[in-house]
C-alpha cells in the first residue's frame, strides 16, 4: 500500500490463500491524512478480480479509517479489452470494494496511452462503473497534450525520476514544476512520485503538488504491520491538530 504525498516504492504485501500480492504505500494529501492505497496488477493480470477482494477485505477490516480510501490498479494496454469489463463490473470483488465505501482508480502508464478508439471506449467504460483514470510515470512517455486531453484524465502522477533530484537538478526541478502547472490548469489531481526527504515534500506542498508518494512516509508494510502504521499515523495527526 503505498503513501501518496509522501512515499513511493513502499510495499505492503497481501498474504491469503497462500499468495501473496505486492501494493505501495497509502496516499496522503498535504494535511497528511491517509487517503488511499495502491494495488500493481504487473503479474497478476488474471487475478485482478481477486486481487482487488483480498485488497478490499483488508482495508474494510480497518474499518472507518480507510473508508473513502482509493484502491488503485494499474492497468496495461491488452487489459483494456471491452469484453473483459462486464466480468470485473458484476465481479463480487468490485461489489465488496463499494460496500466497504471504497473508491477505484484505473492507472494506465503514459508510454501505454497512444490509445486506438477501442482503448479509449475501454476506459468510458470504466468510468461508467466508478472508476477514476489516472496517467502513470507522466513525463517519461512520448504522448502529446491533444492525447493526454482526449484521455480525459482524473490525475497526473510525475515519475519519480524528476522527484528524485528535485532542488538538485535544475531540468528535473523544472519539469515537476511544468507538471505541476499543468495539472492545476486542467483542474486535474497531481502525484508526485519517489519522494524521500521533507526537503522534497515541503517544496512540492509549497508548489501546490496535492499528493505523493515514497519512502518518506514508509517502508514496504505486513498488513499487521500496515494497520499499526495506520493507526500510528492519525493518532499523530490528532496530537498535531490538538
Not at 518518506?216 to 492519525?234: A, I, M, W, Y
Request: proline residues 3%; aromatic residues 8%.
Amino acid at each position: 500500500m503505498r503513501a501518496v504525498r509522501d512515499t513511493d516504492d513502499a510495499f505492503a504485501f497481501w498474504h491469503k490463500g497462500g499468495h501473496s500480492c505486492d501494493t505501495e504505500p497509502p496516499t496522503c494529501e498535504r494535511v497528511h491524512r491517509l487517503t488511499g492505497a495502491r494495488e500493481p496488477a504487473r503479474r497478476m493480470r488474471r487475478r485482478r478480480r481477486r486481487i482487488i477482494g483480498i485488497v478490499a477485505d483488508d482495508l474494510g477490516a480497518l474499518g472507518d479509517v480507510a473508508r473513502s480510501w482509493t484502491v488503485s490498479i494499474n492497468f496495461f494496454q491488452n487489459d483494456l479489452r471491452e469484453d473483459n469489463l462486464p466480468k470485473l463490473a458484476a465481479s463480487d470483488a468490485v461489489t465488496r470494494a463499494r460496500r466497504f465505501g471504497l473508491k477505484l482508480n484505473c492507472e494506465v502508464l503514459e508510454a501505454g496511452i497512444m490509445l486506438r478508439t477501442d482503448k479509449q471506449a475501454a476506459l468510458s467504460h470504466l468510468r461508467a462503473l466508478g472508476f477514476t483514470v489516472s496517467i502513470d510515470d507522466f513525463g517519461v512517455g512520448f504522448s502529446n497534450l491533444a492525447e493526454v486531453l482526449r484521455m480525459a484524465p482524473d490525475c497526473l502522477k510525475i515519475d519519480k525520476q524528476f522527484i528524485r533530484d528535485l532542488l538538485i537538478n535544475e531540468e528535473d526541478t523544472r519539469i515537476a514544476n511544468t507538471i505541476i502547472d499543468l495539472g492545476k490548469s486542467l483542474n486535474l489531481t497531481v502525484v508526485a512520485e519517489g519522494v524521500e526527504t521533507a526537503e522534497q515534500e515541503y517544496y512540492l506542498s509549497q508548489r501546490g503538488c496535492a499528493l505523493a508518494q515514497g519512502y518518506f512516509f514508509s517502508k514496504p508494510l505486513l498488513p499487521r504491520d500496515f494497520e499499526n502504521f495506520v493507526q500510528t499515523f492519525h493518532a499523530r495527526i490528532v496530537e498535531n491538530n490538538a
